[in-house]
C-alpha cells in the first residue's frame, strides 16, 4: 500500500521543490524543514505557495509522501 502524502507549511525562502524529487524533513526547536536531498527518506508530490494563509511570512505548501525503500 502507498504511504499517504504528508502536507508541510513552511516559510517561502525562495526554494522550490521538484515533484518526484528526493528530500528529508527535518523537525527542531518547533519548526519544520524540508531540505533537497537525494538519500531523503521522502519524495515531492507537489509544492506551491500557500495563498491560503494571510500572515507577515508567506509559506510554501510542500507535499511529501515517504518512499518505500522495501525489495
Same mark, same amino acid.
Given at each position: 500500500? !502507498?504511504?499517504? !502524502? &504528508?502536507?508541510? +507549511?513552511?516559510?517561502? %525562502? /525562495?526554494?522550490?521543490?521538484?515533484p518526484g524529487a528526493p @528530500? &528529508? #524533513?527535518? +523537525?527542531?526547536? /518547533?519548526? #519544520?524543514?524540508? *531540505?533537497?536531498?537525494?538519500? @531523503?527518506? =521522502?519524495e515531492v508530490m507537489g509544492?506551491?505557495?500557500?495563498? %491560503? =494563509?494571510? @500572515? $507577515?511570512?508567506? *509559506?510554501?505548501?510542500? $507535499? *511529501? ?5 522495501? !525489495?
Open positions: 500500500m !502507498p504511504a499517504k !502524502p &504528508s502536507t508541510h +507549511h513552511i516559510p517561502d %525562502e /525562495g526554494v522550490r521543490f521538484a @528530500g &528529508s #524533513v527535518i +523537525h527542531a526547536a /518547533g519548526a #519544520v524543514q524540508v *531540505l533537497k536531498d537525494p538519500a @531523503g527518506d =521522502y509544492c506551491r505557495p500557500a495563498t %491560503e =494563509y494571510a @500572515g $507577515d511570512t508567506p *509559506l510554501l505548501r510542500v $507535499d *511529501l509522501r515517504r518512499i518505500d525503500r522495501q !525489495p
